[in-house]
């Protein structure tokens, strides 16, 4: 079992950045790879990012690509994801999960998921 606490979620500008933090405890976490998803009101939870168990490879999505970066810290336990020139479509409550496998853009994928964090983007 892991357990999966997302932080660092808030209301910002249009332009602006947040850092989420997912901090995890339970099983080894650097077994896993990590992803983060989000999912905006009436619409299905989608991929965001994701890294591999060693932080070697990572993974985005095409609408945030070269503005959000994931990153880890395995002496920490803990994901990141650094969210930079954030527009109003990124608003969505954010979740961090954890994949047994190699890290994977589907939901279905993953093992573990936190309660997630909700961001706000206001233009």
């Known amino acids: 079992q892991v357990q999966l606490v997302e932080s660092g979620g808030g209301l910002v500008q249009a332009g602006g950045s947040l850092r989420l933090s997912c901090a995890a405890s339970?099983?080894?976490?650097?077994?896993?790879?990590m992803g983060w998803f989000r999912q905006a009101p009436g619409k299905e939870r989608e991929f965001v990012a994701a890294?591999?168990?060693?932080?070697?490879?990572?993974y985005y999505a095409s609408s945030v690509k070269g503005r959000f970066t994931i990153s880890r810290d395995n002496a920490k336990n803990t994901v990141y994801l650094q969210m930079n020139s954030l527009k109003p479509e990124d608003t969505a409550v954010y979740y961090c999960?954890?994949?047994?496998?190699?890290?994977?853009?589907?939901?279905?994928?993953?093992?573990?998921w936190g309660q997630g964090t909700q961001v706000t983007v206001s233009s």
């Open positions: 339970g099983r080894t976490f650097s077994s896993y790879a």
């Open positions: 999960a954890a994949d047994t496998g190699v890290g994977s853009r589907y939901v279905t994928d993953y093992d573990y």
């Open positions: 890294i591999t168990w060693t932080g070697g490879r990572t």
